[in-house]
């Protein structure tokens, strides 16, 4: 059983993630999957209406279900069938999410905290809450620009409700004749440029006869109208083949992949078995069991398995190396450092390797699932980034040196936290954590003055400068000076192990603040937007570094692992073991 | 003695005490850009050599902190101390030496290029033909005799002479510029607005339009628009006097002011049409404007495209394509300027910084940095100095591996083998 138990568990986690790719099911006899995956136009590119309906259920509810009373939560998909062809059952539907209790009162809720209204609910008040945002906007546009980041949460939240009673209409008005329409759903009319998708109101429009997609969509409403699937799914499955005969295949099969792409979840699955890693590899540290390290060790690569399994295939959906905004920054840094926990475990076995790994590829994908409630993560690339060598050099490296910076800072921190807490920190297991300390902040040294240098080249190729101070620059630039201080502090002798993981720890708030922080001056020519929720949370994991810190300060008579005591404390008599 | 200074000039302390002033200087002189802008971050915080604190009220300038040339100088000079002093020439040192030749470069080049370089624009109208660039942070007040049909002759004065008021003898001209108001930043201003002095001219267009101070912005990210009241006398006898603002020459502010105020100044009227007047027979112009460095050819602009993707306002690409006339080099011909795809021409790189409202025209930044080699050459020499450290590690490691006996089959703990260095304390 032993030494089957880290296979089989391996093997039930694979079999979750491999049960993705099925084909799922018919809901109510509904092709779900053959209409989701239809082609539309939003953002610039072409993607499945799969797509459009989780970004947008994400952005409106925050969540990915839409949930009904008795009876089976709506997915994303199902809700933006039912949005576009049975809106006034839509209206019915719990998913606009309304936090601040002040919004909560001025829609005449009795009982506050209901927190998932429908539209029907909220009816009364579009008016109202319709007004207050407009005041708002146009007291803000009288202030400048940068009035917008000064927002109360309750304005903040009216603001959310507003833009996301907005997007609902445009979607419910986005498959029939409306110029309100938030997709382009019909395909460009033989002639005309491969982007040039219009809504269905464009279309009527700009051509006297009207376009065979019109009348496919049309069928599929009525037909999921009056409740007849097998009609629903004709008139899906003929707009496809249709699409198949007039030279839009290459369209259907990348919506068709992406689709796919959003079925398999590979970050989300790889999220929850980094977790299931993370807590073997704790087990490990209590029992010394090493089945658990090796079941936790073989989750720790099916995840990494997986993560890359998403990283590659979104590099191949979006025909882009890995980085190329916020998102995708990181889940490269969450794979970049779960691959160093990786070989870490492998040279030094005793579950750091494993425990870091795990807790940083979880930490990041949710980091990045946060940062997709904001939209698309697929994005187009404005014209500045559209270069596909400096963002496969310059953005990999710097984003691996990021990694690597966040790899050694936990390493520290575990080194602290084990060292002070427990008794777990023998000398062999401190020897360790300070060589691969040591060892990864080399690795950073090296990635980020590489990357640094890589995008000097690039600013100097593009608009003949090496340097010019730019804040995102500039974040850089600290994290090189600091590896710089680190490594003379510590050949120079003026840093020993302690101080080493103390430095370590700092690197953490030095590497944030390069990779969030300054998004945040909302300065330069890298600056993509000013976060206010990420701000917070900035604050949150540097004052937590910060105490992590002061607790490494603590003088190590008090620590409770008996290394350092007699390492620091050459004079006390040593205690049996 | 001696001994003391250079103890200390080698010292490693050195190095780290310099590595985290720069650290603090980086950090700082990110957060300031907020307030005070890039471009004052960049002359006040590392362009010099130290930073002033100038408390309110008073014209005291107290040094507060290091600056980016102190800092860096004292890093090249512990660099090259240390190097001369501890490091001996051997196989085993040639990457680091190399990798600190390499930072010196670096440091250096740097300090060059912020001495040297030149950072201008070009801006170019459909079908315009162009032979100048502008410094859009400096101005110039300039007299430009016309008269002759196939080139000008320009005479200019840097603003800061105005500031000074006076009068102004000006070189090779038979003309005296009697400056008798200055605002380094002004706002138009109508004869019936209230409040404050007001400059209005005899001649020009400052006859109508008026201008009065304005707080100078605190940014200098953010233009200021200065304006003057130039009377211009030929000998003893005065020709009248004009008003001149970069409010009627700088882009997008006469634009600005057009929309603004051209229906009220009657049909016809462009607030950017030059001023001009004749004295003896030659016709001079007269304006405030960005100072213009002239080129040996020119450049017209022959379609300026910006696309962005469908549905969206997302820019796609921006794109101009220029036609290049260079007789003195024999150069004609087309060039496609995009994003990440600059021309560079004698010395120079053209990069594609912006454009007119509206698609109607291309703003090309023009920059200049006679180092650029600088960082080429260092990043060399530390690539080199990198790899050859590695494989010196790597050699030493695969060494001590194939001496040590194999690990042990099964441990709970770490793996021993690899650790042989005593605990450091």
Not at chain 1, 68 to 75: A, E, H, I, Q, T
Not at chain 2, 216 to 236: C, F, H, T, Y
Request: glycine share 8%; proline share 5%.
């Amino acid at each position: 059983m032993k030494k089957w138990f880290p296979w089989i568990l391996t093997g039930l986690f694979a079999a979750w993630f491999l049960s993705g790719m099925q084909e799922p099911k018919p809901v109510q006899d509904y092709d779900l999957a053959g209409w989701s995956r239809l082609p539309v136009l939003l953002n610039g590119r072409i993607q499945p209406l799969d797509s459009v309906a989780r970004n947008c259920l994400l952005s409106i509810s925050g969540k990915s279900l839409v949930r009904v009373k008795g009876s089976n939560s709506l997915s994303a998909a199902e809700w933006l069938l039912e949005t576009t062809t049975r809106p006034q059952l839509a209206d019915t539907r719990k998913f606009f999410r309304v936090q601040h209790p002040d919004l909560e009162g001025l829609l005449g809720t009795e009982k506050a905290s209901l927190e998932y209204y429908s539209f029907n609910d909220v009816t009364n008040q579009l008016e109202s809450i319709e007004n207050q945002a407009r005041t708002l906007m146009d007291s803000e546009q009288a202030k400048g620009s940068d009035a917008e980041k000064l927002r109360t949460p309750f304005q903040k939240d009216l603001m959310h409700l507003y833009e996301s009673l907005v997007l609902y209409t445009r979607l419910k008005d986005s498959l029939i004749a409306d110029d309100n329409a938030y997709f382009r759903a019909i395909p460009p009319a033989p002639g005309q440029p491969a982007d040039a998708w219009l809504t269905i109101f464009d279309s009527n429009k700009s051509s006297a006869e009207a376009q065979p997609a019109i009348a496919f969509y049309a069928d599929m409403a009525a037909a999921n109208q009056n409740r007849q699937p097998v009609d629903f799914n004709r008139a899906a499955a003929s707009y496809r083949i249709w699409l198949q005969n007039n030279n839009l295949a290459p369209q259907l099969a990348h919506s068709s992949r992406e689709y796919f792409f959003n079925q398999i979840e590979p970050f989300y699955k790889s999220m929850v078995i980094y977790v299931a890693a993370a807590i073997f590899g704790c087990i490990y540290w209590i029992n010394f069991s090493e089945t658990m390290r090796r079941s936790g060790f073989k989750l720790l690569v099916l995840a990494f398995i997986i993560h890359t399994i998403g990283l590659g295939y979104r590099m191949y959906l979006e025909g882009r190396p890995p980085v190329t905004n916020l998102y995708s920054s990181a889940i490269f840094i969450g794979w970049g450092a779960t691959l160093l926990g990786i070989i870490l475990e492998r040279i030094f076995k005793g579950g750091i390797g494993l425990v870091s790994a795990g807790f940083i590829g979880f930490t990041t994908l949710i980091i990045a699932h946060h940062l997709a409630l904001s939209g698309d993560t697929m994005e187009m690339l404005r014209a500045v980034l559209d270069t596909n060598l400096w963002l496969a050099t310059h953005v990999v490296v710097i984003t691996m040196g990021y990694a690597s910076m966040f790899v050694a800072g936990l390493l520290a921190i575990i080194y602290v936290l084990r060292g002070f807490f427990t008794r777990s920190l023998s000398p062999d297991i401190a020897k360790a954590l300070v060589r691969m300390v040591y060892g990864i902040v080399c690795f950073a040294t090296l990635f980020s003055f590489a990357g640094t240098i890589l995008g000097g080249i690039w600013a100097d190729q593009s608009w003949g400068r090496f340097w010019g101070w730019d804040p995102k620059e500039n974040g850089a630039l600290l994290i090189v000076l600091w590896n710089a201080i680190i490594l003379h502090l510590r050949w120079g002798g003026m840093i020993k192990d302690r101080g080493l993981m103390i430095s370590a720890i700092f690197g953490n708030i030095i590497t944030s603040f390069s990779w969030f922080g300054v998004n945040m001056l909302g300065v330069g020519l890298h600056s993509y937007g000013f976060m206010d929720q990420a701000f917070t949370w900035l604050m949150i994991f540097d004052a937590s570094q910060v105490l992590l810190i002061g607790l490494a300060l603590v003088p190590v008579k008090y620590w409770k692992s008996l290394t350092l005591r007699q390492a620091y404390s050459p004079a006390l008599p040593s205690l049996p073991s | 003695m001696i001994d003391r200074v250079a103890n200390f000039l080698t010292s490693l302390k050195l190095t780290v005490v310099c590595l985290a002033l720069a650290l603090i200087l980086v950090f700082v002189g990110t957060l300031a850009q907020v307030h005070l802008g890039l471009y004052r971050v960049q002359s006040e915080f590392f362009r010099s050599f130290f930073i002033y604190w100038s408390p309110t009220g008073s014209h005291w300038k107290i040094p507060v902190f290091p600056g980016g040339w102190l800092i860096g100088l004292a890093l090249v000079m512990n660099l090259i101390a240390a190097h001369i002093k501890r490091f001996k020439f051997t196989r085993k040192k040639i990457g680091l030496i190399a990798i600190h030749l390499g930072l010196i470069i670096l440091l250096l080049g740097q300090f060059l290029t912020e001495i040297s370089q030149s950072e201008t624009q070009m801006r170019i109208s459909a079908g315009q033909t162009i032979n100048y660039s502008e410094d859009n942070r400096h101005n110039e007040l300039a007299i430009i005799d016309t008269t002759e049909t196939n080139h000008d002759h320009v005479v200019a004065i840097p603003e800061s002479w105005l500031a000074k008021g006076g009068d102004l003898q000006l070189p090779g001209l038979p003309l005296t510029l009697r400056v008798k108001k200055y605002y380094f930043n002004a706002i138009p201003a109508g004869p019936m607005s209230g409040g404050g002095e007001k400059i209005k001219a005899q001649q020009g267009l400052g006859r109508s339009l008026l201008f009065t101070a304005a707080p100078p912005k605190a940014r200098m990210d953010d233009d200021n628009s200065p304006a003057a009241l130039i009377e211009v006398l030929s000998g003893q006898q005065s020709l009248g006097d004009w008003t001149v603002s970069t409010w009627l020459t700088k882009y997008p502010f006469f634009e600005m002011l057009q929309q603004q105020i051209g229906g009220i100044m009657g049909p016809g009227v462009k607030v950017n049409a030059p001023q001009s007047f004749t004295v003896g027979g030659r016709t001079y112009q007269i304006a405030l404007r960005p100072i213009r460095s002239y080129k040996p050819y020119n450049l017209s602009l022959q379609q300026f495209k910006h696309d962005s993707y469908a549905g969206t306002d997302i820019p796609k690409n921006f794109s101009s394509r220029i036609h290049l006339n260079d007789p003195s080099h024999g150069e004609n011909r087309d060039v496609l300027i995009y994003m990440n795809n600059p021309l560079r021409y004698r010395g120079e790189t053209f990069y594609q910084a912006s454009f007119e409202e509206g698609d109607r025209g291309t703003i090309l930044q023009v920059v200049r940095n006679p180092v650029s080699v600088a960082p080429y050459l260092a990043c060399t020499l530390v690539s080199i100095g990198l790899l050859a450290q590695f494989m010196t590690h790597l050699f030493s490691f695969a060494k001590r591996r194939s001496k040590q006996p194999a690990p042990l089959p099964t441990s709970n703990h770490v793996n021993e083998s690899t650790v042989s260095t005593p605990l450091s304390v």
